[in-house]
C-alpha cells in the first residue's frame, strides 16, 4: 500500500488548513492561466493573498517544476516574473481504459497535447494486460516526444464506473466484473513509479470538457457519457463534483422501465440497462448483423431503420433522465460524449424532445445540450489534466 | 425599481474579482465563527489573506455593524480585536410565506433568535395583504426586543415556488397562482424601507439546517420540503448552490406516474402532483372528512387506515426520486422537513426502503434520511440568515 500513499488526493479533507492551502494553490493557478506571467506582488493583488503566502506557493510549484522564475523588473524595481511552465519537458500522462480500447496521452501544463495513441483491444480484456500495454505505449510516447520518466509529473487514470473516494477503489457493481476488486492505483504506482490519480471516465470528461471543449466557460457543466454505460461528470460552481463519496452523477443508475432489464448494480430498468450501446446491440440482435458500437454508428449513418429507432427510444430515455437532472442542477450545458455522440442531431434531437418534455421550462430555456467535440478523448485528456490538477494542489 | 438595485445578490456575477471578494469575506467570517476574537494579524494568519485585504474587509463590516472593534495588544504590541456582533442590537429579520400561514423571525448576528411569532392565514390569501401583516408582525417584534428599525440590517423572505436568480423573480409554473408575476423583493422594500433578499423556502430550509439543524457539519446536504408543494435544497461542497438560473432542486417536478395527475408545471405525474400534501388530501377526499395537513397528520397519529395508506403511498414515491437524487449528489445526509416531518419514522420509514430499492448501494450506505427538527421554522429562520450571509459578502 506504499504507492497508495502518495496519492495526493488522499491527503487532506475538505474544511481543513490543508484544503485553505489547496484553495489558496488554485486560485493562484488560476490567476496564471487566466493573465500570463505575473509578478509575486501582481498575484497577491489578484488573488488577495499575503505575499508570504505567494511566496510559498510560488516556492513549492517552481520546485515541482510547475512554474518557472525569471528576473524581471516592476516599476522599476527587482522583482521575479512567475509563469506557468509549458514546453519545458514536465508532461501529465492520461491513460483512458474502454471497453475495447485504450487510449494514452501525453500533455504539457499549458494543456497542449504532446503526443497521443490509441488501441483497440479484446472485449473484456484483463485490466493487468491493460496496465502492461499502457505502460509500453506511455514508454513509446515518452521516447517518441524526447521526455524522460523523471519529467513524467503523474499519470491519470480513467476508467467506467465509479471510484470510491474514500478509498480510490472502484465501485462493484457500477465497473465491469473484471475491475472489480482490481487497485488500479497501486498496480499502476507499482509498474510505472510515478504517482496515479484514478477517476471515472464521465468526470474525467467533465473536466476535459472544461479545458478543450466549447463550452469550458460554464460553471455548470454535465458531461454525460453515453457508452456500454452511462454515467455523467458534474461541473458544479466551476468545480468537479464529488459529493460524500466521490459517487456522483450516477444517472445511468436511475429507473427508467419499472421491473425492466436487470442492472449490474442489481436493480431493474435503470437508464444503463435500457439505452446503453450494450442495451442497443442487445435489441438489434434477432434483427440484424449488428454487433459492435462502430457498426451501430455506421448503420445509423447509412439509414439503417432498426438502428434508427434503437437510438430514437435510447434518445427518448436519456431525454427524460437528463431533464430530471437539470431540474436539479440547472447547468449552463449538457454535453453528450462517447461513441454516439458523432450522431450529432440524430441522437440530440431525440434527447431534446424529451427533456424539453420533462424539464421545467425555465431551465430548459437555459440549458444548451450539445454533442461533443473531443470524441473519445475526453477520458484520457481529463485523466492528465488532473495530474496537473492534483498536483497544483497538492500540499505545501 | 430603486429598491430592486438595492439588492446584494444582484450585484455580482460567479467569477468575476467581485466574487472573489465576497469569497475573502466569507473566510474572514468563517474563521471569526470558528474561533471568535481575533487580531488582525491572526485573521491573515487563518485565511492566507493579506493584512491589507483583511483591513478593507474588517473596516467594511465594522462599517456595517457586523464586528466590533476593540483595542488589545498581541506579543506586546497594541492590536484590535475584531468580534462578529451578537446581542448588540444589530438583527435581521426573516419571514417565511406559507400556503396558510406567515411567520416571522428576529435574528442576531451570532445566529442566536431574538422574537418570533407564527400566524395562520386564510388559504389563497392575496400576497400584498400577506406583506402587510408581515409589516406589523415586524414592527411588533422590533418593540418588543428595543430595536430600531435602523439596527435591522435587512429582511430574508422565503416563498414557496423557484426565484429566477437572473431576475429575482417567481417563476410562474412552480409558485401558487397568485404569487405569479408579484415583485416580492419590490413591494416588500417599499414597505420596509431596508433591504430584502428573497428566496425559495427549501433553498433557506436547507441553509438553517445548516444552522440550526442537527447535521450542520455535513458539506453535502439536501433539505426536502414536502408541503403542498415538493422542492429540495443543495448545500454541496459546504455552500448553497444555485446552479445557472437558481431554479435547482426541482424534484417535485420529476415524473413518477407516466400520464399520472396534471401537474401546475404543465407536465402530469410529477412528484409534486402525485405526493405533495395537497395530492393526499386529494385522495382522500372521498373516503374521509380531512380537508387540511393538521387534520391529516392528527389522523395518521391516531391509525387512520386510510391517512397511513396515503403517507406510505406518498412516502414510497419520494423515496424513489430521493434514491435518484442520491445517485447523482452522493450527500452525507437528507433532511425531510415541512409540516410531515413531525410524523418520524411513519413518513421516514416507506422513504427510507424506497431510498433503498432505487439508490446505488454504496451510496445508500454514505446517506443519511432524517427529518428536520426545525418544525415549519426553517424557511424564516434560513431568510434570517441570508441577510447576514448577503451581509458579509457584500461588495467592499
Chains 1, 2 share one sequence.
Not at 33 to 59: E, F, H, M, P, Y
Not at 333 to 345: E, K, N, T
Not at 349 to 358: I, S, Y
Amino acid at each position: 500500500m506504499a504507492g497508495r500513499r502518495q496519492t495526493p488526493s488522499a491527503r487532506s479533507s475538505p474544511g481543513s488548513q490543508t484544503s485553505l492551502r489547496k484553495r489558496n494553490q488554485q486560485r493562484v493557478v488560476e490567476a496564471l492561466v487566466k493573465v500570463g506571467a505575473s509578478t509575486q506582488a501582481d498575484l497577491a493583488r489578484r488573488t488577495g493573498l499575503s505575499t508570504a503566502t505567494i511566496s510559498n506557493i510560488v516556492s513549492y510549484m517552481a520546485k515541482n517544476g510547475l512554474v518557472s522564475l525569471t528576473p524581471t523588473t516592476s516599476s522599476g524595481r527587482r522583482a521575479v516574473s512567475v509563469q506557468l511552465l509549458t514546453h519545458n519537458g514536465t508532461v501529465a500522462a492520461g491513460i483512458g481504459f474502454g471497453r475495447r480500447h485504450l487510449r494514452v496521452v501525453l500533455v504539457y501544463p499549458d494543456y497542449t497535447i504532446a503526443a497521443e495513441e490509441n488501441i483497440v483491444l479484446p472485449q473484456k480484456y484483463d485490466p493487468r494486460e491493460g496496465f502492461d500495454l499502457a505502460k509500453e505505449i506511455l514508454t513509446r510516447l515518452l521516447e517518441q516526444t524526447g521526455t524522460s520518466w523523471e519529467a513524467l509529473s503523474g499519470v491519470g487514470v480513467g476508467i467506467s464506473g465509479s471510484i470510491d473516494r474514500r478509498d480510490q477503489m472502484p465501485v462493484i457493481g457500477t465497473v465491469w466484473a473484471e475491475w472489480a476488486f482490481v487497485d488500479v492505483v497501486v498496480e499502476l504506482e507499482d509498474r510505472l513509479g510515478v504517482p496515479v490519480v484514478l477517476d471515472n471516465d464521465a468526470n474525467l470528461g467533465s473536466v476535459a470538457e472544461t479545458i478543450w471543449g466549447l463550452h469550458g466557460a460554464a460553471r455548470n457543466l454535465v458531461y454525460l457519457k453515453v457508452g456500454s454505460g452511462i454515467g455523467a461528470g458534474l461541473i458544479l460552481n466551476g468545480q468537479p463534483f464529488n459529493g460524500a463519496t466521490g459517487i456522483t452523477g450516477e444517472v445511468g443508475h436511475v429507473q427508467v422501465v419499472p421491473d425492466g432489464q436487470a442492472c449490474r448494480c442489481g436493480n431493474r430498468g435503470c437508464l444503463e440497462a435500457e439505452a446503453s450501446t450494450t442495451a442497443m446491440l442487445d435489441r438489434l440482435r434477432n434483427v440484424t448483423p449488428i454487433t459492435t458500437t462502430e457498426d451501430l454508428v455506421k448503420a445509423v449513418l447509412e439509414g439503417d431503420v432498426a438502428a434508427l429507432r434503437v437510438i430514437e427510444d435510447a434518445g427518448r430515455l436519456i431525454g427524460r433522465v437528463v431533464g430530471d437532472l437539470a431540474s436539479i442542477l440547472s447547468p449552463e450545458v449538457i454535453v453528450l460524449g462517447g461513441p454516439l455522440a458523432s450522431l450529432g442531431d440524430i441522437l440530440l434531437e431525440p434527447v431534446g424532445r424529451a427533456f424539453a418534455r420533462h424539464v421545467l421550462p425555465l431551465v430548459r430555456d437555459s440549458t444548451s445540450i450539445v454533442a461533443s467535440t473531443l470524441d473519445d478523448r475526453g477520458e484520457a485528456l481529463g485523466a492528465a489534466a488532473l495530474v496537473f490538477h492534483q498536483a497544483a494542489v497538492r500540499v505545501i
